[in-house]
């Protein structure tokens, strides 16, 4: 994996938001090899902007801003290219996700209720996708989503209340 530059001796820049970065990073793109090649054009990116980057920062807000910028770039670019179709992109995309440790058939139960949520979180589409991502798996605030997705707070929120309606009809199911 990439390492950026360290901000103190020893402390790489950010290389703590990677996993938050590549779950991001999947949701965008649909893809565990596109993710992996995102969040290293981040990094270096990142990089190229981490002198202008202000002491009191939020720099998990800040890579994922990056991220996504750069996605809907790569967005931009494809459509003038022929699309193909990944068959294998969400296939077991919950191995990344820890379950605690008891007894496996707690186990087997919690990684068959991660993988339900995961299911119909990917039927919704993109943008719902993207929003729950950042808010319940991510953790951000909604400023903080408001940041990276460039947007204000009121429309966090709304755009946050009809993606939970949504994936709670698709698990009433």
């Known amino acids: 994996m990439f390492f950026a530059e360290p901000t103190e001796p020893g402390e790489p ?12 990073a999947v ?3 649909g893809s565990r090899v596109e993710a992996d090649d995102l969040v290293q054009e981040t990094y270096l990116r990142a990089l190229g902007a981490f002198h202008r980057l202000r002491e009191d920062s939020n ?3 800040w890579l994922l801003t990056i991220l996504r910028n750069l996605w809907f ?13 990944d068959i294998d992109a969400y296939d077991n995309i919950s191995d990344g996700l820890t379950v605690s440790k008891c007894d496996p058939e707690r186990i087997l139960e919690s990684k068959q209720d991660v993988d339900r949520v995961w299911a119909a979180l990917l039927r919704l589409p993109p943008p719902s996708r993207e929003i729950l991502v950042l808010r319940e798996f991510e953790e951000l605030s909604y ?18 209340g009809r993606a939970r309606a949504r994936l709670r009809d698709l698990l009433s199911v």
């Open 27 to 29: 949701v965008l793109t």
């Open 143 to 160: 400023g903080e989503i408001a940041s990276v997705l460039d947007c204000p707070a009121g429309t966090v929120m709304s755009r946050l």
């Open 73 to 85: 770039n790569e967005l931009r670019k494809r459509r003038r290219r022929p699309q193909f179709v």
């Open 59 to 61: 720099v998990r807000g």
């Open 13 to 24: 820049l950010g290389t703590e938001h990677i996993d938050s970065l590549y779950r991001y």
